[in-house]
């Protein structure tokens, strides 16, 4: 006799796991089926950065700052390692510094500041005080262990009742109804949140969607020295051409001309620079983007070499040792942020959140919950 649910969660990733907080605190009975004996997918495959300073102003900053809040919410409940650490935008040039000045004064509703390089260097003692001009310093971000998390919130997520299914992959869907494992069960709500994957079991759907696969290359570094700390998230330069917030800046446009004249192969491979720290003291240090509907696995030596010559600009490369390396794949729309599709009654794809799954995870599940998208 098949087991009986209010939701089915495809996917044990961060977008599941949030939507399966929200509907477990709403009273509803929820599993959640994971293919693997883990998630493995993006959502440990990343810097683990709450980051609502990047988003655009509007729907998305505001999704951005109601995840954060979850966040909190279900970390401290929790007791899951996090870190309120903010985030330091780093300018070595004048025309960058000139971005995050405009950026400040066009959204004062973001509460970020600029401050001068010794403002910088008490916030983040370890960054190359060489050139530097100074940074804009925002306090809402947090930093978790993305592996950590994925791994851990399972568990807290059963004490609110949620069932786990995993090594069960979902190889059917319909209305009210899914095969797991070989196993069938009923649910009144089937939410499909399996990350680039969703065209094994709605193809045609998937097709029509134009998501496109990104794939991008990261590394893990170990600092030499047990006190090495950048206490804070840190990016630089090429990431005011990455997130939208600053497409808004008159000032971006000679910054990109530059970058086009001085980094032209960081800007073939997408590459930008983020870096963040966890409770281990590693440093994850990231990366490139290659887009298309599938990718090799392998990764280029060329790409980490570029990533690691642009983190040497203001961070010391030579503090500490790479110890890891991968590569990871995310759904990507060209124009959407984020991708909600109902290819059936009862059934409901949640996707295409890039790479700000952490940012925008429980965010978004709010709002799928409450049916407002």
């Known amino acids: 006799m098949a087991r009986q649910f209010d939701v089915a969660i495809a996917g044990a990733g961060i977008l599941g796991l949030a939507h399966a907080y929200h509907y477990a605190k709403a009273g509803k009975r929820v599993a959640v089926f994971e293919r693997g004996e883990r998630a493995l997918g993006a959502s440990v495959r990343n810097f683990g950065m709450v980051w609502p300073v990047g988003q655009p102003p509007g ?14 919410e279900v970390l401290g409940a929790s007791g899951i390692w996090h870190l309120r650490s903010g985030s330091m935008h780093l300018a070595y ?9 405009e950026f400040v004064t066009q959204q004062p509703g973001y509460g970020a500041t600029v401050i001068s390089p010794s403002e910088v260097l008490q ?11 100074g940074g804009m310093w925002s306090a809402d971000e947090v930093c ?12 807290y997520l059963r004490y609110l009742g949620v069932e786990f299914f995993y090594g069960s992959a979902v190889s059917h869907v319909e209305t009210g109804r899914l095969v797991a494992g070989g196993e069938e069960f009923l649910a009144d709500q089937l939410l499909l949140c399996t990350g680039d994957d969703f065209e094994t079991l709605f193809p045609e759907r998937f097709a ?8 991008l290359q ?19 330069g090429l990431t005011l051409g990455h997130y939208a917030n600053f497409k808004g800046c008159q000032t971006l446009v000679p910054v990109l001309k530059r970058f086009e004249r001085e980094l032209p192969e960081h800007l073939r491979w997408g590459i930008h620079l983020l870096v963040s720290q966890h409770e281990s003291g590693d440093l994850t240090i990231g990366d490139s983007h290659e887009y298309g ?10 790409i980490d070499r570029l990533i690691l010559q642009y983190l040497d600009t203001f961070l010391d490369t030579s503090q500490f040792d790479i110890v890891e390396r991968w590569h990871g794949v995310y759904a990507k729309h060209p124009t959407k942020s984020y991708i909600v599709d109902r290819p059936c009654s009862g059934v409901t794809v949640v996707t295409g959140v890039g790479g700000a799954g952490m940012t925008l995870s429980f965010g978004l599940a709010d709002r799928v919950c409450r049916g407002l998208v």
Do not use: N
């Open 218 to 236: 990261m590394l893990k570094a170990r600092p030499q020295a047990a006190e090495y700390q950048i206490r804070t998230h840190l990016c630089a």
């Open 59 to 72: 729907e998305m900053r505001e999704m951005a700052v109601a995840s954060r809040g979850f966040w909190l």
């Open 208 to 215: 029509s969607s134009g998501m496109v696969r990104c794939k």
């Open 293 to 302: 509907m599938s990718h090799d696995p392998f990764l280029r030596e060329s």
């Open 144 to 155: 978790v262990d993305p592996r950590d998390v994925i791994a851990s919130l399972p568990t």
């Open 123 to 133: 916030k983040t003692p370890v960054v190359r005080p060489d050139g530097l001009l």
């Open 93 to 101: 040039h004048e025309d960058e510094l000139a971005v995050l000045e």
